[in-house]
Nanobody
């Protein structure tokens, strides 16, 4: 089993910044991918950004140039730096851990991000 502990999120004005963190613990085997998904009311959960244990990153087109995903492999922690936030970024953000070899997937509890003036 893998446990995920998320932190960060909150309320920010348009144009502001937030940083999300997600720490993984438990049965962690490389290779793996960690990422952030988000879900707004009435909208399907979507990938925001992901990073593999080897450092390969992937971003949704809507956040490219504004969000940066990074990781500290020694701490099994992934970070999502979100800049130039827009109201449409408002959603519950979920951390995901996926074991690439075995295909198992684990989710965090979610953290609310609200962009509003």
């Amino acid at each position: 089993q893998v446990q995920l502990v998320e932190s960060g999120g909150g309320l920010v004005e348009p144009g502001g910044s937030l940083r999300l963190s997600c720490a993984a613990s438990g049965s962690i085997f490389r290779p793996y991918a960690m990422g952030w998904y988000r879900q707004a009311p009435g909208i399907q959960r979507e990938l925001v950004a992901s990073i593999t244990s080897s450092g390969t990153t992937n971003y949704a087109d809507s956040v490219k140039g504004r969000f940066t995903i990074s990781s500290d492999n020694a701490k099994n922690t992934v970070y999502l730096q979100m800049n130039s936030l827009k109201p449409e970024d408002t959603a519950v953000y979920y951390c995901n851990f996926r074991n690439i070899l075995y295909g198992s997937s684990h989710w965090g509890q979610g953290t609310q991000v609200t962009v509003s003036s």
